[in-house]
């Protein structure tokens, strides 16, 4: 079954880290751009950070940029999100979402996690 | 306050078509960049509805339609149905941003 499954959320303090994974299994994971996109309780939905296919190229929200790092592991078939000085806004559902195979920079997100939840509270 | 504009909320009546914009900039929509949507069912992941301003993924009902034209871009639903009351959310590429972006979301009820 073509799926991406998160994992790692959790209750955090402000100023905590956290690191999110997300399994991919099913498909060409090497063969495809990843992104975290995030939705805070009741809120729409915000994009977090991207990643190439091989790594090379990274882009995040600026919202989080210089907090959170990306990563992946093709040989694991794994995407990876290092949340660091996390903040009380940063509370919200983070999705893995699959992108393109690197034709063209704005293709469309055709796979989804089921997400995992981030809290930050004292 | 969202790079994409989208009606908080619209309403039908089962049967009835219903339209739901999504206003950009020429940074993204404006800039040729694809629009693409997503529905997300209560309580559930998004899924991909239209991708490349009007194509629909395998699977989903042709009652769903999307078109583009300038820096907007609208999602049309026909013969509304129960099952189709969910947030939909427009998403496009912000060249002045590096990223993306989406809309604010709209609920659709139906009633």
């Known amino acids: 079954e073509v799926q991406l499954v998160e994992s790692g959320g959790g209750l955090v303090q402000p100023g905590g880290s956290l690191r999110l994974s997300c399994a991919a299994s099913?498909?060409?994971?090497?063969?495809?751009?990843m992104n975290w996109v995030r939705q805070a309780p009741g809120k729409g939905l915000e994009w977090v950070s991207y990643i190439s296919i091989s790594g090379s190229t990274i882009y995040y929200a600026d919202s989080v940029k210089g907090r959170f790092t990306i990563s992946r592991d093709n040989a694991k078939n794994s995407l990876y999100l290092q949340l660091n000085s996390l903040r009380a806004e940063d509370t919200a559902v983070y999705y893995c979402?699959?992108?393109?195979?690197?034709?063209?920079?704005?293709?469309?997100?055709?796979?989804w996690g089921q997400g995992t939840m981030v809290t930050v509270s004292s | 306050q969202s790079v994409l504009t989208q009606p908080p909320s619209v309403s039908g009546a089962p049967g009835q078509r219903v339209t739901i914009s999504c206003t950009g900039s020429?940074?993204?929509?404006?800039?040729?960049?694809?629009v693409h949507w997503y529905q997300q069912l209560p309580g559930t992941a998004p899924k991909l509805l239209i991708y490349g301003n009007s194509n629909r993924p395998s699977g989903v009902p042709g009652r769903f339609s999307g078109s583009k034209s300038g820096t907007s871009a609208s999602l049309a639903i026909s013969g509304l149905q129960a099952e189709d009351e969910a947030d939909y959310y427009c998403?496009?590429?912000?060249?002045?941003?590096?990223?993306?972006?989406f809309g604010g979301g709209t609920k659709l009820t139906v009633l």
């Open positions: 998403q496009s590429y912000d060249s002045s941003l590096s990223g993306w972006v």
């Open positions: 979402a699959r992108g393109g195979r690197g034709a063209v920079i704005d293709d469309a997100f055709d796979l």
């Open positions: 020429s940074s993204n929509i404006g800039a040729v960049y694809d």
């Open positions: 099913g498909f060409t994971f090497s063969s495809f751009e």
